[in-house]
């Protein structure tokens, strides 16, 4: 694919670099070094262009912190300026990519997300038999520099944009120079970026009916016997073109009627279920910031936003008893 030689500028340019700016400050404006930037915010956005453009910018060390739901996970949060340059960077080469993705990959896309995601694997599941179903194992830390930067320099032609990239990738590393920070914009794009070959090596083999969101992949067929050949298939070509395992226990080839568990839903032919475990996790979470508020911890409008977020999570499925159950 023929990209522009000039992504680097107009990645860097003010009107650009503002853009990103008000990107990143969504939701952020209450935090201290977040104000601070605010309030020198055409100096310090000038002064990081110049930095970009004489290349002296260098990455902040990331701040990291432990979450234990769904499961135990680092999260890494990168420094307010980086996040400016991470969205700058997304903005100019996330339409190369949009161009190169396919329909059914959900995850961190504009008009896409989960519950489209679980929406059109209910689609497929009443046009197919059955589902073959698996994750990652540790895909984020399990991701290869050399591999991801490879993949990257088949459309990011621009020198200077691509060395960026590279030093973007290179602030996080596991073991044998492996790994993306959970957290980052720019490690949800990149994750996108990386298992797009494996959505096309699926097309490739014959099956139109899959979905991805980020790691997880359910692929859709009416032969049991061709979906256990494509996992063979998918396994080796995963191992050896990516460098990735396929977590055992996430497998799963089943009948489409039987339901399908995927992001936290059971999806059936005809109607959606919420998971049980997610009906305990939300009705935790409501009684803690109904707590929370009671106790002057949070304001009404905190509380009533975690609400309406727990309230647009369960109506992808069918469930209007529950919601009258607890709001009625």
């Not at 670099?17 to 915010?41: D, I, P, S, T, V």
């Not at 329909?103 to 961190?108: E, I, K, L, N, V």
Request: glycine share 4%; proline share 2%.
């Amino acid at each position: 694919m023929q990209t522009t030689k000039t992504m680097f500028d107009e990645m860097v340019s003010w009107r650009n670099l503002y853009k990103a700016y008000k990107k990143a400050l969504r939701g952020k404006k209450h935090k201290e070094m977040n104000q601070k930037f605010m309030f020198y915010c055409e100096s310090a956005l000038a002064g990081l262009k110049i930095e970009l453009v004489n290349n002296t910018y260098k990455t902040s060390p990331y701040k990291y912190f432990q979450i234990y739901i769904p499961k135990e996970r680092t999260i890494s949060v990168a420094a307010f300026r980086d996040r400016i340059v991470h969205h700058a960077l997304i903005n100019v080469i996330e339409p190369i990519y949009e161009r190169v993705f396919i329909d059914d990959s959900y995850a961190t896309r504009k008009k896409k997300g989960m519950h489209k995601a679980v929406y059109r694997a209910q689609q497929y599941a009443q046009f197919n038999k059955y589902y073959l179903k698996l994750d990652i194992k540790k895909y984020f830390d399990s991701i290869n520099h050399d591999v991801l930067n490879e993949l990257l320099a088949d459309n990011i032609h621009d020198k200077r944009m691509y060395q960026l990239i590279k030093q973007i990738i290179a602030t996080h590393t596991t073991e044998n120079s492996c790994g993306l920070p959970i957290g980052n914009l720019s490690s949800q794009f990149f994750g996108n970026v990386y298992l797009d070959k494996a959505d096309h090596f699926i097309k490739e083999k014959g099956f139109n009916h899959h979905v991805r969101y980020m790691d997880d992949i359910v692929v859709f067929s009416d032969s049991s016997d061709k979906l256990k050949m494509l996992f063979k298939e998918l396994e080796e070509f995963l191992l050896t073109s990516l460098k990735l395992r396929i977590k055992e226990k996430s497998v799963q080839l089943n009948y489409c009627n039987r339901g399908l568990p995927f992001l936290g839903f059971r999806i059936f032919p005809d109607y959606i279920r919420l998971q049980n475990v997610n009906i305990k996790r939300m009705k935790k979470k409501i009684k803690e910031k109904e707590y929370l508020y009671k106790i002057g911890r949070i304001t009404e409008n905190a509380m009533a936003n975690s609400v309406n977020s727990t309230l647009a999570f369960i109506k992808t499925a069918n469930t209007f008893k529950l919601r009258e159950r607890i709001w009625g």
